[in-house]
């Protein structure tokens, strides 16, 4: 019989009923700012929310959902082949199916951790001219940032320097459809 996904996991860091009430809290904050004014858009167009696959699926699909005012969605790809110790290249796998000039736009990201991945993002779509470009992530780990980049709403900061897998995050493509966020048991991390 198949092992249970639970069965690879050592601990919850971060429930699924804390995770569900963070992200209504930040759908709550993130509408309040674009109805009041975070908006910039000139010619008043619904405000782009950009997720990056494959993390932040989950988070995506539920944040949409705690956005109260119009918006439109779509998606873009990206994969960093690094050697394990240094950060590789930022590839585009899936761009957007839209241009994005003169627009708002939201990216919505699962981590941020050296931030490498990020500051390869924001500089290729400020460079299609967006009204205003946002970034939110659910997990932040800034103790590990190599370069500076802006985010502006954060669901949580995790507290250590934890590799975490679940809601979207994965080890080897795995464990992306747990409801919350834990860490692995060490027997399940295979020798690099
Ligand atoms: P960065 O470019 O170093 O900021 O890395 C961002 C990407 O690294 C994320 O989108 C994840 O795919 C991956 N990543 C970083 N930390 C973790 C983690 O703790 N668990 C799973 N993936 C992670």
Redesign the pocket.
């Given at each position: 019989m198949e092992r249970a996904l639970t069965d690879g996991i050592e601990r919850v860091v971060i429930g699924a009923e804390a995770i569900a009430r963070r992200v209504r809290e930040l759908g709550s904050q993130i509408s309040e700012e674009y109805r009041t004014g975070a908006a910039k858009d000139p010619r008043g167009r619904p405000l782009l929310v950009v997720g990056?696959l494959k993390?932040a699926m989950p988070f995506m699909a539920d944040l949409v959902r705690a956005m109260d005012f119009p918006l439109e969605y779509d998606f873009m790809a990206v994969s960093?082949y690094g050697n394990g110790t240094s950060?590789g290249e930022?590839r585009i796998l899936k761009d957007l199916d839209c241009a994005i000039g003169g627009r708002d736009v939201l990216i919505v990201?699962?981590?941020?951790?050296?931030?490498?991945?990020?500051?390869h993002l924001l500089a290729g779509l400020s460079a299609r001219g967006p009204a205003s470009l946002r970034v939110c992530t659910l997990?932040d780990?800034p103790h590990?940032r190599?370069v500076e980049v802006p985010v502006d709403y954060v669901g949580f900061v995790?507290p250590e320097n934890?590799?975490?897998?679940g809601y979207g995050?994965?080890?080897a493509e795995v464990y992306r459809n747990l409801p919350f966020v834990g860490v692995l048991k060490p027997e399940c991390v295979r020798e690099a």
């Open positions: 990056i993390g960093s950060p930022v990201e699962d981590i941020v951790d050296t931030g490498h991945t990020l500051q997990l780990k590990r190599e995790l934890l590799f975490v897998v995050l994965d080890y």
